[in-house]
């Protein structure tokens, strides 16, 4: 047997990735872990400050590009897409990062409510593959697929609303689903989908947790590893799935949650 290129197999030096939200919580762990291992980063947001700061924090490794945009407007994203199609002639990865997190009481929730959530939770992610996906495919191969990352959540899985989340919880269910899908017809055409769903991890979505310590103690017993998600977590896993060592692997929900999903 030839001698295999551990090193090689898990870099991603040179890929072109675009994430969405990627200045924040998860999306800004994701980012930082992928501009160290040497990508063109593509960071699509609204908050400035947020960018700058992170961009500044990661001037040693070159930081990234930052494209402004509101996902939830379709024209912003129309022009989002002719910007990205005008600066790449390929797309490495697509990690579709940007959400919202609504839980109102059950009788509160209005159909703009629901609509907001659906809308960038689950519409977006699948205008932005839609458009983006003649970039991908030029990328893409037998060997080393292209890949789109579709960030999910645990609470499209457990049976739980955490506190009221009925619309978040649907668009992250449906989220998963459409991974599933669009990996059974993107395969043949060199791309993988798979999603990472995550469990706690610090961010504005969690902020009203570790603001309460009697909430956040009750929290980390529920997690077996006792501890919420960090940065090299999200950003290891979003590294193997665009890295060649996932080239098998498509149609996948990576519950990265420290054991919540099995936890008695």
């Given at each position: 047997?030839s ?6 197999l ?8 675009l994430?969405?939200g990627?200045a ?6 994701i980012t ?11 960071v ?18 070159g ?18 897409l002719?910007v ?7 797309l ?16 509160s929730?209005?159909?703009q ?18 458009g983006l996906?003649?970039l991908?495919e030029?990328?893409?191969t037998a060997?080393?697929p ?9 609470g499209?899985?457990?049976g ?7 619309a ?5 269910a449906a989220i998963?689903?459409?991974t ?6 993107l ?6 989908v ?10 504005d ?7 309460d ?34 080239a ?7 519950a990265?949650d420290g054991?919540l999903?099995?936890?008695?």
């Amino acid at each position: 047997m030839s001698s295999i290129d551990l090193i090689g197999l898990f870099s991603v030096a040179g890929k072109t990735v675009l994430v969405t939200g990627g200045a924040k919580g998860i999306g800004a762990m994701i980012t930082r872990c992928l501009v160290a291992a040497g990508c063109r980063v593509l960071v699509v947001g609204r908050d400035h400050v947020a960018a700058n700061s992170l961009n500044h924090e990661l001037a040693e490794y070159g930081g990234f590009e930052f494209i402004s945009c509101d996902l939830s407007c379709n024209d912003q994203l129309a022009d989002l897409l002719h910007v990205v199609q005008n600066s790449c002639s390929q797309l490495d990865a697509l990690i579709n990062n940007s959400g919202i997190f609504h839980a109102p009481p059950l009788g509160s929730v209005t159909e703009q409510d629901w609509s907001a959530v659906m809308n960038l939770n689950l519409q977006s992610p699948f205008l932005l593959i839609q458009g983006l996906c003649p970039l991908l495919e030029k990328a893409g191969t037998a060997d080393d697929p292209a890949r789109i990352i579709n960030i999910g959540s645990v609470g499209g899985i457990l049976g739980k609303s955490f506190g009221g989340a009925y619309a978040y919880g649907c668009s992250k269910a449906a989220i998963h689903q459409l991974t599933r899908t669009l990996a059974s017809d993107l395969c043949a055409r060199n791309i993988n989908v798979n999603a990472i769903a995550p469990g706690f991890f610090p961010s504005d979505l969690t902020a009203g947790v570790v603001a309460d310590a009697e909430v956040e103690r009750a929290v980390l017993d529920s997690i077996p590893a006792h501890r919420f998600g960090r940065t090299t977590d999200v950003g290891g896993t979003a590294i193997y799935l665009i890295s060649r060592a996932s080239a098998y692997l498509t149609g996948s929900v990576v519950a990265l949650d420290g054991g919540l999903m099995i936890a008695p």
